[in-house]
């Protein structure tokens, strides 16, 4: 047995016997950072009269401590890898689960930012303002999207005892209205608040994955980056390779921790054509046939208990018998695309083991891969060609995105540059198999639970037991503490913390029948909620059904009060499959009142907080609270939801510029292919388009010659009505006089995209229209004196 497992194995059976010897951390430092290292030589006047003898260093961290990698996918449902009897092929999640030891009973927050937050600190999402993503953050102090100092993270207490730490891919835990590249940058992950010392990748919550906005550590990455053959994941992978390389090169004493989150497999599902190809005929029998054959591979791997039972389709879901046959090619399709994604994803992270291997510190390298963050994504709905129809509550005909798709090139649009494509939310619930529900859905593990692998060759004995204790996110940061040796800080810059309110795991790497350890935990996203206590869930699924579109208007009626909780016991019922509510009313009544002083203590109330950006006042969504704007051609690359909302609100721009016979190029953009709105000068025309998600283009163009010198142009844009998604009046004039005008049928009211850009001159990242889709960034060959935005009321 190596030396560093035996150590490893002594001290937690001494800490199980309460042995005095092991009683406390061998690393109980309670204020962070560190005292100065104190100088052991004497100064005199002069160096004769002076002794040079330095003090030794004293150790921060155990003798050889590991370095840790997380690994974290996004919006993958528990039963989609191939490891545990999904249907995508996971070479590297396979290998780690060989080599270490796997949670079937492990859990997230159902969101993509309250997971990464709770993992990131060790505490629950709501403590630690992560109520609700960050795009969509408010007031209240659960819901605000800015971790508080009071919790520190990971990446600052080990950087503070010595470690090098860096994150890769995906963020969403900076507030929205704060990524611009003026910052401010305390929030952002290599920010003194966040504390890691490298970031490479882009902070919204999703991004193209041909055109992202990448920052690294606190510069905006120029936007020309994205060339023939580039796919991000690749190139968060090659930075990530190269960062571990160069902290083993120059410190190699030093341990590091890593945090690699890609963007897949989010929406947009973007991927080479040969990756999806993988796929073909793979998903012929439809989400329905895709349950039932996961199923009996999940219970002959042995990944679930032999007694659980296969929970039924929602009756708001449809079942794939019901799709249309000539639509089947495009749910397919769509289908091949998410695979391959993923699968990419997981050879990606491949390459992160290969270099442990390569550098030869593999064996002391602590590994958690979390297979996704929340449960995979029902926000396709009925399957779309650009995936931010559903945040912004617009409903739409299939027929139009075929339409579409078929416009632009047919299947192969799909995972391409010119589609924001994500699946059928029946794909979603089939990745969710044996368990009901999706992302979104606190209340049913098909929304909550995630596999889990941890590897650690050198420490952890690999077992192919599942273990079935029952844990969540916020336990990885005190499991990481714990075979460390450290004490969680006390103080941190000064700063009272919270306490934790993970456990740690580390009972679990050697024993597979150890009984659990954590007692209690709660769940809530958007008014969806659970509470788990000692085997028996309660739980209730909530006002707003992820996988329906439009906006109910019931929800606006909604009351918490007025809610049914459903009751599990999760000794005999593994999926949730019974609810023995009305059996034992007596348990619901005990573990919703356990759920009520959670939500309390944890700055859960009100519950469904999270609703009131999306649903109640889209309007107090995170955004630059001026009415009036005043921009340079300098100006390029401002996050969407820090600019100007030009195709959301009454708004007039106004332009001064210099109009040549040749001029040409973009005036300014807002948005993606995806969706947006521009304005641009091409052979001698005013051009303004408003893309609708793809689905719905507006065009308008000058018909008379432009003039030419100093001119004046002006876009209004009136909305017709306050209805949800409603139409707008445009009209746009040049030097007083209408050359264009028009009515948008409907507009998007909450945001175009999440990490494309609003531009003055050109057109960064993916472009707003066809017309100059192969010219892209279509840079504006004049002038701009200058570009004013007002709202009008």
């Known amino acids: 047995m190596p030396a560093s497992r035996s150590r490893f194995k002594v001290r937690h059976l001494a800490l199980a016997l309460g042995s005095l010897l092991f009683a406390a951390p061998a690393f109980a430092q309670e204020s962070l950072p560190f005292p100065r290292k104190p100088s052991g030589s004497k100064a005199g006047p002069t160096i004769a ?29 528990p039963a989609l890898p191939g490891t545990f009897g999904g249907v995508i092929n996971t070479p590297t999640l396979s290998r780690l689960a060989k080599q270490g030891v796997s949670y079937n009973r492990f859990h997230n927050a159902a969101m993509c930012s309250p997971t990464r937050a709770s993992l990131l600190t060790g505490r629950n999402h709501h403590r630690v303002g992560n109520g609700q993503i960050a795009e969509l953050a408010n007031d209240w102090d659960g819901y605000t999207g800015r971790i508080p100092r009071t919790s520190a993270t990971a990446a600052k207490v080990l950087g503070y005892y010595g470690y090098s730490t860096a994150a890769f891919g995906k963020w969403h835990n900076t507030p929205a209205n704060e990524t611009t590249a003026i910052g401010p940058y305390t929030d952002w992950p290599a920010g003194e608040g966040i504390g890691f010392d490298y970031f490479y990748g882009f902070l919204a919550g999703e991004s193209s994955q041909w055109e992202p906005a990448i920052v690294e550590n606190t510069v905006r990455i120029d936007p020309s980056h994205g060339k023939e053959g580039y796919h991000f994941t690749v190139d968060m992978t090659d930075k990530a390779v190269a960062w571990m390389k160069q902290v083993h090169a120059l410190t190699p004493d030093r341990p590091f921790f890593m945090y690699w989150a890609p963007g897949a497999a989010h929406g947009p599902h973007h991927i080479f054509n040969d990756w999806a190809d993988r796929y073909k005929g793979k998903f012929d029998g439809g989400w329905d046939q895709m349950r039932e054959d996961v199923f009996a ?22 079942a794939w018998s019901d799709i249309p046959d000539d639509e089947k090619p495009f749910q397919r399709r769509l289908m091949e695309v998410f695979a391959g994604y993923t699968e990419h994803a997981d050879a990606q992270a491949g390459r992160i083991i290969d270099a442990l291997d390569q550098m030869g510190i593999r064996d002391n390298t602590l590994v958690f891969y979390v297979w996704g963050d929340n449960g995979s994504s029902a926000e396709g709905q009925n399957g779309t060609i650009s995936e931010l129809l559903a945040q912004n509550g617009i409903a739409t005909e299939i027929k139009d995105h075929i339409r579409t798709m078929n416009e632009l090139g047919g299947m192969d649009v799909l995972g391409s540059p010119k589609a924001d494509n994500m699946y059928h939310a029946g794909w979603a619930w089939a990745g969710s198999t044996p368990h009901r529900s999706t992302k979104l859905v606190a209340a049913h593990f098909g929304g909550t ?42 103080l941190v810059d000064g700063v009272s913390q919270d306490p934790l ?26 008014g969806s909620r659970a509470y788990y206590e000692d085997e028996w869930i309660a739980s209730v699924f909530g006002p707003r059904t992820p996988w329906k579109a439009g906006v109910d208007p019931a929800i606006f009626k909604w009351s918490p009060d007025q809610d049914a909780w459903e009751l599990h016991d999760l000794r005999t019922d593994y999926s949730q499959a019974k609810d023995v509510a009305s059996q034992h009313p007596d348990k619901v009544a005990s573990l919703k009142a356990s759920f009520d002083a959670q939500a309390q203590a944890n700055k859960v109330w009100p519950v469904g ?11 107090d969504a995170p955004s630059n609270p001026a009415t009036e704007f005043s921009y340079t051609q300098e100006v390029v690359a401002v996050p969407e939801f820090t600019a100007p909302k030009v195709g959301a609100r009454s708004n007039l721009v106004t332009i001064e510029t210099e109009l040549k ?12 292919f995806s969706g947006g709105v521009a304005l641009w000068v091409d052979q001698g025309k005013l051009n303004y388009e408003y893309n609708l998600f793809e689905v719905e283009r507006t065009n308008l163009a000058s018909s008379a010659p432009l003039p030419s010198g100093k001119v004046r142009i002006e876009v209004e844009t009136r909305k017709a009505d306050d209805k949800h998604a409603g139409p707008l009046d445009v009209e746009v004039r040049v030097n007083g006089k209408a050359v264009a005008q ?22 960064s990242y993916s472009p707003v229209s066809l017309a100059y889709f192969d010219r892209k960034p279509f840079a504006y060959n004049g002038a701009i004196d200058r570009l004013d935005v007002k709202y009008l009321k």
């Open 661 to 672: 016979p040749d001029s040409q190029g973009v005036l300014y953009a807002l948005g993606a």
């Open 742 to 763: 028009g009515r948008v049928p409907r507009s998007a009211p909450l945001t175009f995209t999440a990490n494309d850009a609003f531009d003055v001159g050109r057109d």
């Open 49 to 77: 009269q002076s002794s040079y003898s330095p003090l030794p260093a004293k150790p921060h961290l155990p003798a050889n401590a590991p370095n840790i990698v997380v690994i974290m996918l996004d919006d993958v449902g």
């Open 297 to 318: 591979r999940q219970k002959k791997l042995g990944w679930i208990p032999k007694n659980t039972e296969l929970t039924p389709r929602p009756d708001t879901l449809v």
């Open 501 to 526: 309110d993970g456990v740690s795991m580390a009972y679990t790497f050697d024993s597979a029948k150890a009984p659990g350890r954590k007692k209690g935990q709660y769940f809530e996203i958007m």
């Open 449 to 490: 639970r995630t596999p889990l692998v941890v590897s650690w060759p050198g420490t952890i004995k690999p077992d192919k037991t599942p273990r079935s204790q029952f844990h969540h996110v916020n336990d990885i940061v005190p499991t990481i503490y714990d075979v460390l040796d450290i004490t969680p800080p006390k």
């Open 609 to 619: 907080g999270g609703l009131w950006s999306v649903v109640f006042h889209p309007e």
